[in-house]
């Protein structure tokens, strides 16, 4: 991205990219950057029988979570290899609630883990409700993954041939080439020929995005 940039003097307002790009440091790099970061993020609530974190409440002034009962979930520890602080109620209280099967199997008490960055991460799935998320998503879905997908699917993508970052940038662009000459070419069939060519190069969205 950085890279991309510097070359085109490009200063983007907002960056779109899939789940896999979502990763904290790269939201991190990419706010930090000024640049809002237009990524989904992983529903880890689906994923579990129990109640998930999002049904907890972070209350920042007491520094503690609190549960879907009500019952306080005071900090705990904090583990800085992982980048994150443990949250955990009191065991008896847990033991003791009527909904205990539905939130957890510890007799520990309910835990809930908080990134260091969950602030970034916060501001991130605020995105995800606003038009310019939305249209940003519906953009990537008509003219960025149909073409990850083709040269996947039809120029080879799905396996590098060679092994290195310069020979993948360059397998990379040699796809993408294919794609824009398909394109042109077809521009060329479908249109006049003394304007087909031109017209395209005026709507240079048409093309295979290439690969920095």
């Not at 209280?93 to 939130?103: H, I, M, Y």
């Not at 993508?157 to 970052?165: I, K, Q």
């Not at 360059?170 to 993408?176: F, K, P, Y």
Request: net charge positive.
């Amino acid at each position: 991205l950085w890279r991309v940039c510097f070359r085109r003097k490009l200063r983007p307002r907002q960056v779109t990219g899939d789940t896999t790009y979502g990763t904290v440091e790269n939201i991190v790099a990419v706010e930090d950057a000024g640049i809002q970061a237009f990524f989904p993020l992983p529903d880890f609530d689906r994923r579990t029988p129990f109640f998930g974190k999002g049904t907890f409440t972070y209350d920042p002034g007491a520094d503690a979570y609190r549960c879907p009962q009500g019952q306080l979930l005071p900090r705990r520890k904090t583990k800085y290899t992982e980048e994150e602080v443990l949250y955990q109620a009191d065991s008896t209280t847990c033991n003791t609630c009527p909904v205990k099967a539905e939130c957890t199997k510890s007799d520990h008490g309910r835990m809930v883990h908080r990134s260091f960055y969950a602030d970034y991460l916060d501001k991130v799935q605020g995105y995800h409700e606003t038009e310019a998320y939305q249209k940003a998503m519906r953009k990537r879905k008509v003219w960025v993954e149909p073409l990850f997908a083709e040269a996947k699917e039809w120029h080879g993508l799905r396996r590098l041939r060679l092994r290195g970052l310069l020979n993948a940038n360059i397998q990379g662009l040699l796809i993408a080439a294919g794609q824009n000459l398909k394109r042109l070419l077809a521009a060329g069939r479908r249109h006049a020929p003394c304007g087909s060519l031109l017209a395209l190069l005026r709507e240079p969205w048409r093309l295979s995005a290439v690969y920095g």
